[in-house]
């Protein structure tokens, strides 16, 4: 058992992103990861999928989930999207303030891929 002082997100790699993991493979877990990301107006994750399920809870700001052949699902403060395993998809901020958001993986690490099924190297602690 753990009781954990969470970080506050930090700039990261890629552009627009602060991300801190406030639970995951460090701390034990082998089937459940928890990140706390804060995305700036106008940036983005890569696309990407992973293995495992994901809940994205939005706490503040807007954002959009861009799926499938064009598809866009829009979300906001007090929304929780969920993305099944093997999905293609990216989350993009598409509001004027930064979007805070809270993740849960279905995996400890979590397996990230890009479109072309390469492995992407995240820059933080899965």
Known sequence: MHVITN????????PGIQ???LAGSAQGLK????????????????????????VVMCLAGR?????GDGKRLEFGANQTVVIP?????QIVNCGDE???????????PVVVCLPG??????????
């Open 98 to 108: 930064p979007m805070h958001a809270v993740a849960a993986f279905g995996r400890s």
């Open 31 to 54: 089937q459940l990861s928890i990140w706390q990301q804060v995305i700036a107006p106008g940036s983005a994750t890569p696309p990407h999928t992973h293995d495992c399920e994901e």
């Open 7 to 14: 970080a506050a997100p930090a700039a990261s790699p890629i």
């Open 117 to 126: 099924g390469q492995p992407l190297d995240l820059p933080w602690p899965t």
């Open 19 to 21: 991300h801190t993991t």
């Open 85 to 89: 395993a093997n999905q293609l998809h």
């Open 63 to 67: 954002g959009a989930l861009l799926f």
